[in-house]
C-alpha cells in the first residue's frame, strides 16, 4: 500500500522559510515522479513544483521559482520543498503526489493525473 506522509507545515511569519518533507512507502520510490500541490484557502488545488523519476529535472510554477525548491533523497524515499521569503498568499494546504515516472516524457501538471497523494500540511504565513 503506497502511502506519502507529509511534515514540517505550520505557522511563519511573512518573509520566513520552512521546509515541507514528504516521507514515501510502498512503492519504488526512485522510479517515481514526485511533486508538490498546494490549496489555499477557498480555491482549487494548484502544482507547486515536481521532480523527474530520473535525469534530476526539476519543475516549478512560474511564480515559485526562486523562492521554493524541490529535492530527494532517493535513499530516504524522502522529497523535500524548501520554500524561502514566504508570504502570505503561500498560505494553503501541501500536498504531496507520485506518478510512476516509467514510460512518461514529461511530468503533468495537473493533480488528476497523479496517482498517489499524502494528506498535506498546512503552512499558514503570518503578517
Known amino acids: 500500500q503506497v502511502q506519502l506522509v507529509e511534515s514540517g507545515g505550520g505557522l511563519v511569519q511573512a518573509g520566513g522559510s520552512l521546509r515541507l518533507s514528504c516521507a514515501a512507502s510502498?512503492?519504488?520510490?526512485?522510479?517515481?515522479?514526485v511533486g508538490w500541490f498546494r490549496q489555499p484557502p477557498g480555491n482549487e488545488r494548484e502544482f507547486v513544483a515536481a521532480?523527474?523519476?530520473?535525469?534530476?529535472?526539476?519543475y516549478y510554477a512560474d511564480s515559485l521559482k526562486g523562492r521554493f525548491t524541490i529535492s530527494r533523497d532517493n535513499a530516504k524515499n524522502t522529497v523535500y520543498l524548501q520554500m524561502n521569503s514566504l508570504k502570505l498568499e503561500d498560505t494553503a494546504i501541501y500536498y504531496c503526489?507520485?506518478?510512476?515516472?516509467?514510460?512518461?516524457?514529461?511530468?503533468?501538471?495537473?493533480?488528476?493525473?497523479?496517482?498517489?497523494w499524502g494528506k498535506g500540511t498546512l503552512v499558514t504565513v503570518s503578517e
Open positions: 510502498g512503492l519504488t520510490f526512485n522510479l517515481y515522479n
Open positions: 503526489a507520485a506518478l510512476l515516472g516509467i514510460g512518461r516524457s514529461s511530468v503533468p501538471r495537473s493533480d488528476y493525473e497523479w496517482n498517489y
Open positions: 521532480s523527474r523519476w530520473t535525469s534530476g529535472i526539476t
